[in-house]
């Protein structure tokens, strides 16, 4: 899919949209099966009855090796690869080992992930496609806006539960990361199209008003 430009992140990300835009961002490909992740480093899986083929899990590209925006952008979209990944097989490790203590957003939709594959439910079709990411410096962290197309899926909390159907939708993200110990980790990421009318910035919260268009990993 080609890249689309957006012309508008109000509230927090409105400065982002003058800054400049790192290379290295892009869709991402789509596995040929949705039960098919596109990683490069092999981790088992707990043995079933049948052996299952070893589970690849995504790498961090060389090219976020540096403290820079452009090196965070190559992070940021690493880190939807790492949802693709969790959601796609359940496990939610390197989604978790990629983001800080303080990331409550990050937390929210990995919980949710464990939460359905430890009660033998299951998300089936998954995939968030980070078209446009724009990231820039902030502080002592990188700081990003990204337009997420969000494919349609299901999502079940338990073998015996009605499953959820979620349609194709978008999301536009705030993103911010840091390295520590020479390593990037997540420290915020919070949906935009979730800010309230009053202000209200849910970040994936728990108790957030029902909205019906959000999947139930952003509720």
């Not at 940021?76 to 359940?90: M, V």
């Not at 337009?147 to 009605?162: G, L, N, P, Q, V």
Request: glycine residues 4%.
């Amino acid at each position: 899919m080609p890249l689309r430009l957006r012309s508008s992140f109000t509230l927090v990300l409105a400065v982002l949209v003058v800054s400049l835009y790192a290379a290295g961002c892009g869709p991402q490909e789509r596995p040929a099966s949705a039960q098919t992740p596109t990683p490069t480093t092999t981790v088992a899986r707990a043995s079933t009855e049948l052996a299952e083929p070893a589970v690849l899990v995504p790498t961090l590209s060389r090219a976020a090796d540096e403290f820079t925006a452009a090196a965070a952008q190559v992070f940021f979209e690493h880190y939807y690869r790492l949802i693709n990944h969790a959601a796609r097989t359940g496990d939610t490790r390197p989604l978790r080992q990629a983001s800080a203590a303080e990331c409550r957003g990050c937390d929210n939709v990995a919980d949710q992930i464990d939460r359905a594959y430890k009660t033998d439910g299951g998300i089936t079709g998954f995939w968030w496609d980070p078209y446009y990411t724009h990231a820039m410096d902030e502080q002592d962290y990188k700081v990003a806006a990204a337009d997420i197309e969000a494919d349609a899926y299901t999502y079940r909390r338990s073998a015996d539960a009605k499953p959820n159907r979620v349609r194709k939708t978008e999301h536009h993200h705030l993103l911010r990361a840091r390295r520590y110990d020479g390593r990037w980790r997540m420290i915020f990421l919070s949906d935009q199209a979730a800010l309230m009318p009053d202000g209200y910035d849910t970040d994936f919260p728990m108790k957030a008003p029902h909205r019906p268009r959000f999947s139930p990993l952003l509720s």
